[in-house]
């Protein structure tokens, strides 16, 4: 299914060389990305892979974005493994207004007829400062750019990223000034970290009072109330190990820490069940390749990639009731759900954002006959509408419900 959808995202790219035609990049009002009009899941990364063939690993694994230095040469390569890509090109310097003008225009219309281009990105993180309450670049000089680029090139997005940190109403300034809005938090640490850039006291990025990896569907609330619900939200996910970001020398092995597969599957189902329109990595770069912690990124792209052409379909109008059994102690956030409907099947996307099991009747599927919980092996018997199973602590179902 999903290699299905890879192969006419590949083929869109390719009619895209044949033609010498850029990409038709806009989004319908749920979010959801369209690519020359085919609504598509994001899966990027910030870097490519780290081997012989770059471009095509990340192809093989499930990536349909990733982003490069812009140049020609880089572009070529991640088009001809089927890749959308994207760069920066930096915004306004309202101290030098007309020659940092000039100078954005030069680069946008330097890539932008390019036919593997999806989105342009601004600055990163424009309005955090570490440990300072000012922004490091203010709203106005996007807000400027923002007209000026879309004239130079209507069929492309605008990306911007944000750290997480920064209060609602200081990071809504800056929608203006984008079309897609994206977040990064990365929770996995294995605490007691000696101080390092972005990070505050306590060891931890995010500031939220949950300090668990379900953190990252907080802040895809958080960001949802940033964004509202029109617009392209995009998660930037963890795929380091913040020890590792130090010099070798300054090091401390014990402390490298990578999210597990596990991990890694929970922050990705649980962005896309929250609310976001794609993922994206950030950090390869300081991870060893090959390795289980690449492994662990590289599969949980595939699985999703390959669900991604239900998971871009609009969420259902159905919601199912969720019933928790009793095992001994409370349940606070507990499952969450997200529900699509494709080729005559009803998919139940769930997450448990607990930190302990549980198990929990979901109800509703009355005119359902049979329930597959993907990627398990198993399926799940349907009495009186309804489906009993048990969630490890973030842990991840998929169920395909059908009618024979």
């Known amino acids: 299914m999903g290699h299905i959808a890879a192969t006419a995202l590949v083929m869109v790219l390719c009619a895209g060389t044949a033609a010498a035609a850029p990409l038709s990049v806009q989004y319908d ?8 009009g085919q609504r598509t899941l994001i899966i990027g990364s910030y870097y490519p892979a780290q081997s012989d063939r770059p471009y095509a690993d990340m192809a093989e694994a499930g990536f349909n974005l990733v982003r490069t230095n812009g140049s020609p040469e880089e572009m070529d390569k991640a088009l001809a493994a089927g890749l959308m890509t994207w760069t920066s090109v930096g915004t306004i310097d309202l ?17 932008k007829e390019h036919p593997a281009l999806a989105l342009i990105e601004s600055v990163d993180e424009p309005a955090w400062t570490w440990m300072k309450a000012e922004t490091r670049v203010p709203a106005q000089p996007f807000v400027e750019a923002y007209p000026l680029i879309k004239a130079a090139d209507p069929h492309h997005l605008l990306y911007m990223n944000h750290a997480p940190t ?7 300034a800056y929608n203006a000034g984008t079309d897609v809005v994206a977040c990064d938090i990365y929770p996995v640490n294995p605490g007691g970290l000696r101080p390092m850039y972005a990070l505050f006291e306590d060891g931890h990025q995010g500031d939220l009072n949950n300090l668990t990896i379900s953190q990252v569907g907080d802040y895809v609330d958080k960001m949802r109330r940033v964004t ?49 329109n794609g993922i ?6 300081s991870m060893p390749q090959p390795s289980d912690a690449w492994t662990a990124i590289t599969r949980t792209a595939r699985e999703i990639a390959d669900l991604a052409p239900v998971l871009s379909e609009r969420t259902a109008a159905f919601a199912p009731s969720v019933d928790y059994h009793e095992i ?21 996307f769930t997450c448990n954002a607990y930190r302990y099991p549980c198990r929990a009747t979901l109800a509703g599927f009355g005119e359902w006959k049979t329930c597959t919980v993907l990627n398990e092996n198993r399926t799940l018997e349907i009495a009186d509408g309804g489906v009993t199973d048990d969630w490890k602590a973030f842990d991840v179902h998929v169920y395909r419900f059908g009618k024979e």
């Open 29 to 36: 009002d749920d979010g959801m990305i369209t690519v020359n």
């Open 95 to 111: 101290e030098n207004r007309e020659a940092s003008t000039a100078k954005l225009l030069d680069a946008v219309n330097a890539i």
């Open 166 to 172: 920064n209060l609602v109403k200081t990071m809504q």
């Open 228 to 276: 509202g619900p029109n617009r392209p939200l995009l998660m930037v996910l963890q795929a380091f190990a913040w020890e590792a970001l130090r010099d070798e020398k300054e090091r401390d092995e014990s402390k490298v820490l990578y999210p597990t597969w596990e991990e890694g599957r929970f922050m990705a189902f649980q962005s896309i069940i929250k609310g976001a």
């Open 280 to 285: 994206i990595y950030w950090g390869s770069f």
């Open 328 to 348: 001994g102690h409370s349940v606070d956030d507990g499952v969450q759900w997200l529900v699509k409907e494709s080729g005559g099947a009803l998919y139940v």
